[in-house]
C-alpha cells in the first residue's frame, strides 16, 4: 500500500508525514487557487531531499486556468521525473496527452461519479442489497467507460471514502485505484459563497465573482436536522469527514491512500 500526503500549500509541508512516500500538491476545485511555479520550486527541493514522488493536482478549469496550468506543466515536465498530473477536467488531459506526454495522467475523485450525499446513511440498514449496490456503483462499474480510459492513457483512478460500503466486485481490476482519507467531497461548484465574504454589500451576492481568497481564511461547520453527519464547506466546496478505513480493503484493487492533513482547496 502506498500512502500519500496531499497538501494545497507549501506552509504544510511542516506537517509531512513520514510514512508517506508521495506528495499531492496544488488546488482540486479551483482555478484562482493554482500555485505559482515558485510553489512547485518549494515541493521539489522538499521531495527531492527526501527521495519523495510527485502529483500535481489539478481543478476543472476554463481557458485562463488552463493556460496556468500550461507553465507548470511545462516546469514539472523539465524538473520531475515520473511525475503525475492528477485531471478533473477533460479539457485538462487533453493538454497534458497533445503537449506533455512526459507526465503521466490520472484521473481525479471529480471524475469518478459515485453516490456522495451523506443522508444515505440512515437509509443503507433498511434497503434491500440491491439497493444497497446501486448506491455503492460509480461510472467505473461501466465496461465501455473503462475502455475509453484506457485509450486516453489512464491507468489510475481515484475515489471517496463513502459512507456505504464500497463493494470490491463493483471496481475494476484492471486500473489502480487511489482512495482518498478522510475528508471526502460531496459538491462543488464555481458559484462560491466563501468568495467575498468578509465585505458587508456582498451578503445577497451569489455568482462567480471577485474574492480576495477568503476560503484560505475560513471553514464553514453546516449542521441540520436532516443531515446525519455535519456538512464542511470550504471555499466552493462541500465535505463530510470519514475517518475509519473500509473494513474490505484488502479484497479492493485500491493501492494507494491518499491522505489529506487538512480540507483541500
Known amino acids: 500500500m502506498e500512502f500519500c500526503f496531499y497538501i494545497s500549500k507549501t506552509d504544510l509541508l511542516s506537517k509531512f508525514d513520514e510514512s508517506c512516500n508521495r506528495i499531492y500538491f496544488g488546488a482540486e476545485f479551483c482555478e484562482r487557487l493554482i500555485p505559482e511555479v515558485q510553489d512547485i520550486e518549494k515541493v521539489k527541493e522538499f521531495t527531492l531531499l527526501r527521495g519523495l514522488e510527485f502529483s500535481l493536482m489539478t481543478p476543472y478549469c476554463t481557458d485562463n486556468g488552463i493556460e496556468k496550468l500550461k507553465k507548470l506543466f511545462t516546469f514539472i515536465a523539465a524538473n520531475f521525473d515520473r511525475a503525475e498530473v ?3 477536467d477533460w479539457g485538462v ?3 497534458l496527452k497533445e503537449s506533455f506526454p512526459a507526465l503521466t495522467p490520472v484521473l481525479g475523485r471529480l ?3 459515485m453516490k456522495r450525499d451523506p443522508r444515505l446513511i440512515p437509509l443503507l440498514p433498511v434497503i434491500n ?3 444497497r449496490d446501486y448506491y455503492s456503483s460509480t461510472n467505473l462499474n461501466l465496461p465501455w467507460y473503462r475502455k475509453f480510459l484506457h485509450v486516453q492513457g489512464i491507468r489510475r483512478v481515484e475515489l471517496d471514502n463513502p459512507y456505504q460500503k464500497i463493494i470490491s466486485e463493483n471496481l475494476p ?3 489502480n485505484i487511489s482512495l482518498y482519507m478522510p475528508f471526502a467531497y460531496i459538491s462543488t461548484t464555481r458559484f ?10 456582498n451578503e445577497f451576492k ?3 465573482i471577485p474574492c480576495s481568497r477568503e476560503c484560505n481564511n475560513y471553514t464553514f461547520l453546516l449542521q441540520s436536522p436532516g443531515m446525519p453527519v455535519p456538512l464542511i464547506r470550504r471555499g466552493n466546496t462541500i465535505f463530510m469527514k470519514k475517518d475509519s478505513v473500509p473494513d474490505n480493503l484488502s479484497e479492493c484493487s485500491i493501492d494507494r491512500i491518499v491522505l489529506q492533513p487538512e480540507i483541500p482547496l
Not at 192 to 201: F, I, N, Q, V, Y
Open 86 to 88: 492528477i485531471v478533473n
Open 93 to 95: 488531459l487533453r493538454v
Open 111 to 113: 471524475m469518478t461519479k
Open 129 to 131: 442489497q440491491g439497493s
Open 173 to 175: 481490476k484492471d486500473l
Open 192 to 201: 462560491c459563497l466563501a468568495a467575498g465574504c468578509e465585505k458587508e454589500e
Open 206 to 208: 451569489a455568482g462567480i
